[in-house]
């Protein structure tokens, strides 16, 4: 199940859900603040050349600047930043060099062009991943910033504006490498988190073939005991043994699959029975006294539901990850757990907090949203979807979707709570949210 299918998913859920919309926290620099910057430096163009202006060719750096700009904003999925850097350091140097050669005084060389050489210098040395390519773009961009004044004449003054545009080169080349140290950092904290993933999950899935293997064993010595004294018997135990190897060799699968290097998919942990673990995990929240609380509620289909060691195992890591940063973001709220059928025969759990009374700083030297990461990695080996985000009224949301036994109950079964253990159903401020789009984590222009 693929992330862009978990809108559908989330809508076609049995229970209805009633609230709001939740809100996409993209980091990505939004351009429209660099809009008014831009546009000063394109009007002090506009002003210097209207004043000065001896021909035509004074009127250069307004189509120079737009143009340059248009680079910046095009997106990479459109036009490599490799490309655009290029292209624009080739256009910037033939345009300073014709001006020269021809021995034309422009009244001012484009102050709108250098910001815009300056950001793409910048996304240079942080995006382009081949470091010779990188520093051959850089040292092309930066030959071009430093001199651009020269289309001016070079003579008096404008001879020391090279030496000061060193220094905005020097501060975009910094800047670029410092993001790109940031992410290179990120990656490799991400990488550290599902290799420390998919070793645990190695040892899990050792576990159950362990557990598979030894069952076989067992009824294989007790299938040549009772062969000839009770032959009868020993259909069933053959079926047994089918059915036991047919499981073990299910967990090989995954166990290869996640130790392959680009296998970076994720399960986790014990629980034989995943909802009695869930009571108990709920039950410890709401008795630690900081004024936590947490309902559970487990519909009869669910329960009913048949899952594999690793499904419960994961659903068991999912409530238990996101009551944890409950307690940590909004200590003091109320959390409500929901495990239910949707009509797709797939298991679903909502875990949904209010919004804190006053909001948390969040610990230095923190996980920095690192979990969420490992989390995904183990609800994804077992053929599931994970989503959270931030809720319209300032609480948050943790969507999760699994996979269920072919055993299972059919489709279309009852969604209703068993006697006893479902809670009273929130509704206002305490609805669970409806799931669209899953919030990914942006590596663009921010360096969180």
């Known amino acids: 199940m693929t992330p862009s299918s978990l809108a559908a998913l ?73 490309w655009r850097t290029g292209f624009c350091a080739a256009v910037s140097t033939a345009v300073t060099l014709g001006t020269s050669l021809m021995g034309w005084a422009m009244p001012e060389w484009g102050l709108l062009e250098t910001a815009c050489m300056l950001v793409l210098l910048a996304r240079t040395c942080r995006d382009v991943a081949r470091p010779r390519v990188a520093l051959a773009l850089a040292a092309a961009m930066g030959a071009s910033v430093i001199d651009e004044p020269l289309r001016t004449g070079g003579t008096g003054i404008t001879l020391t504006y090279p030496f000061l545009l060193t220094f905005a080169v020097g501060g975009a080349v910094g800047a670029g490498c410092y993001l790109r140290t940031l992410d290179a950092r990120r990656r490799r904290t991400i990488a550290a988190v599902r290799l420390a993933e998919r070793i645990q999950l190695a040892r899990e899935l050792h576990d159950f073939v362990a557990h598979h293997v030894t069952g076989i064993i067992a009824q294989a ?22 059915e036991a190897g047919q499981r073990t060799m299910d967990s090989m699968r995954r166990l290869i699959k996640v130790l392959r290097e680009d296998g970076e998919q994720i399960s986790l942990e014990r629980p034989e029975e995943p909802y009695a673990e869930l009571t108990k ?52 709220t109320q959390a409500t757990v929901r495990v239910h059928r949707t009509r797709d025969d797939l298991l679903r759990i909502d875990v949904y907090n209010e919004g804190p009374e006053r909001r948390v700083s ?87």
């Open 10 to 82: 989330s809508a076609r859920a049995t229970q209805p859900h009633h609230h709001g919309r939740p809100r996409s926290r993209a980091r990505r620099l939004d351009h429209r603040a660099l809009y008014p910057a831009l546009g000063v430096l394109w009007l002090l163009d506009v002003g210097i050349i209207v004043s000065q202006q001896r021909g035509f060719l004074d009127w250069l750096p307004l189509v120079t600047g737009p143009v340059a700009l248009a680079l910046v904003l095009v997106p990479d999925e459109r036009l490599s930043i490799t």
């Open 281 to 332: 995990l709920v039950s410890e929240f709401s008795g630690q006294g900081d004024g936590s609380t947490a309902q559970l509620e487990i519909t009869g289909a669910a329960r009913r539901s048949a899952l594999l060691p690793e499904v419960g195992s994961a659903v068991h890591r999912v409530v238990q990850e996101a009551l944890t940063n409950v307690r940590r973001h909004a200590p003091g």
């Open 362 to 448: 969040r610990p230095t030297g923190g996980r920095g949203g690192y979990g969420l990461i490992g989390l995904r990695e183990r609800v994804e080996t077992v053929g599931g979807s994970l989503a959270a985000g931030p809720a319209d009224d300032g609480g948050w949301w943790v969507i999760a979707h699994f996979p269920v036994a072919p055993t299972a109950v059919p489709s279309g079964a009852e969604e209703t709570a068993e006697p006893g253990q479902a809670s009273r159903r929130p509704s206002g401020r305490h609805a669970k949210p409806n799931a669209h789009a899953e919030p990914e984590p942006d590596m663009s222009w921010d360096a969180s």
């Open 221 to 242: 010595h007790a299938a040549g005991v009772i062969h000839e004294s009770a032959p009868q018997q020993v259909g069933p135990i053959l079926g047994n043994i089918a």
